[in-house]
């Protein structure tokens, strides 16, 4: 019916506006990531110094900063509803799917706002080499779409729950440590300069663990938000 | 079937060593592919009863989900002690992130979190339903580790230790016999521990519904 996923998608949209105008007037999310990815990335090269590390090592790092930037801030979008109780008024508005694609793509953007931010200063700050750049904001980009897929499920269910912040991340790590190993490893070879063969499997991993994890948490969702 | 499981454990110390290069520590397979095995049969009776919670919102169906779950936890831990005793006589370290032992460490810490998540919640339904969803998204991940992180990180698991490429058993008869003897006693000791552990829930849940 193109009737109803029209409404779809501009119910969605309204649902993401809203949170985009709330984000806007208290920057809270925002503020939260890009200051916990700026500082954990400036610990990190600062205990490091410019001493040169493998490519190996800058990928594990990189995901590092960019997995706990992302439980920072990424489980705010349900609990601002829980806490200021329009979740309900949410709920008689707008059917689930609606609510959670526009939750998502809010998560989506917050998250890219961010990498954009924190990518260009890593590789300032450890003087990573950039050999393959257009592959590395490929595999940086599905990295964005899998950590949001996953997460924000799992940010509706946290909110639900008494103690929020330490579960998160416990919640989310299981879910994301498939996705983390290889996007370390794809981001690895990007860096190596590594020719395409040798990560096109990452690559279809990460495409595929995106398609999975944003379908398997819409259809999920509903459990979570009717409860 | 203590019997049964007696006359297992004593075989399979007394009979000769069922593999020659790795010598008497060998015998700890009769015991850790079994753990393994009941582990995924108990995690999977766990989804599956998750699913049907989804579907019926009946709380006995949840109740279920837990008893396997936990179950499922403790064979999943001593599959992990005994698979890391292994690794250590083996390949020389206990722990070596080869692909199964990524993958049993994910499902340790999928069943933690499960469990972590339980205990924040407090209303029965709702810890029922987030725990149901939980277990079914974290474990929608494992396929994902079993075929793709073996691409990435090479195995040391032995790919034959049971049949062999064309499918006929690699093991002597007295091994194959007490190996499934013990594969078929876990199984059934584990569906005995399931339903002792069941009658235990419904009568505690008794005993509650008396003191309201």
Known sequence: ??????????KSFAVFAKDIRLELRTRYALNAILMFGITTLAVVSFSLGQSGLSPKLLAALFW???????????????????????????????????IYIGKLVFNFVLLSTMTAIVTPLFFVFTDAPVDNLPWFLAVLALGVVGLCGATT???????????????????????????????????QKTLENAPFGEFSAELQFLVAYAVVMVTASIMLFKFVWQE | MFLAMSAVIVFSFITPMPQQQIGEASRIFYYHIPQAWICVIAFAMSMIYSIRYLKSKDLVEDDKAVVAAKLGFVFCILATITGSIFAKVTWGSFWNWDPRETSIFILLLIYGAYFALRGAVEVEEKKASLAAVYSIFAFITVPFLIFVVPRIVPSLHPEDSIVDQN???????????????SLALFTVVYFWMYSLARRVQILERKQLELED
């Open chain 2, 167 to 181: 499918l006929e058993f690699t093991m002597g008869p007295v091994v194959r016999t007490i190996f499934f003897s």
């Open chain 1, 1 to 10: 019916m193109p009737s109803r996923s029209a409404g779809l998608v501009s």
């Open chain 1, 64 to 98: 590092v900063i960019m997995f706990f930037s992302a439980m920072s801030g990424l489980a705010q979008v349900f609990i601002r509803e829980e806490e200021t109780g329009t979740a309900l008024a949410l709920k008689l508005t707008a059917d689930p799917d609606c």
């Open chain 1, 153 to 187: 499920l799992v940010a509706s269910i946290i909110a639900k729950a008494s103690v929020k912040g330490a579960l998160f991340s416990v919640l989310s790590f299981p879910i994301l440590m498939p996705l983390l190993i290889s996007l370390v490893s794809a981001t």
